[in-house]
Nanobody
Framework: QVQVVESGGGLVQAGGSLRLSCAASGRPFSSYAMGWFRQAPGKEREFVATITGSGGITYYADSVKGRFTISRDNAKNTVYLRMNSLKPEDTAVYYC????????????????WGQGTQVTVSS
């Protein structure tokens, strides 16, 4: 069993930055690929970024590529999402998830989910 807890959300102006954190319990953390997803009001949950257990490989949605960076610190059992050049369309609840398999953009492949953290970008 893995528990996942996100933090770091908030209100930011367009063009600003935020860093989300995701702390995961359970061992070994490095055996899980981790992903970030988001869900805006009235929309389906969508993939944002994912990272392998070692942190060596990352994948991004086209909408965030070049602006967001996913990283992890396995010693701290934490994965991060650095978000730069934020846009109003980035407003959503951001979820962190753990996958016992490899990195994937498919939400259904993830085994454990956090409760989410709200990110609001004002214009």
């Amino acid at each position: 069993q893995v528990q996942v807890v996100e933090s770091g959300g908030g209100l930011v102006q367009a063009g600003g930055s935020l860093r989300l954190s995701c702390a995961a319990s359970g061992r070994p953390f490095s055996s899980y690929a981790m992903g970030w997803f988001r869900q805006a009001p009235g929309k389906e949950r969508e993939f944002v970024a994912t990272i392998t257990g070692s942190g060596g490989i990352t994948y991004y949605a086209d909408s965030v590529k070049g602006r967001f960076t996913i990283s992890r610190d396995n010693a701290k059992n934490t994965v991060y999402l650095r978000m730069n050049s934020l846009k109003p369309e980035d407003t959503a609840v951001y979820y962190c998830a753990a996958n016992r398999g490899g990195p994937t953009a498919l939400a259904g492949e993830y085994d454990y989910w956090g409760q989410g953290t709200q990110v609001t970008v004002s214009s």
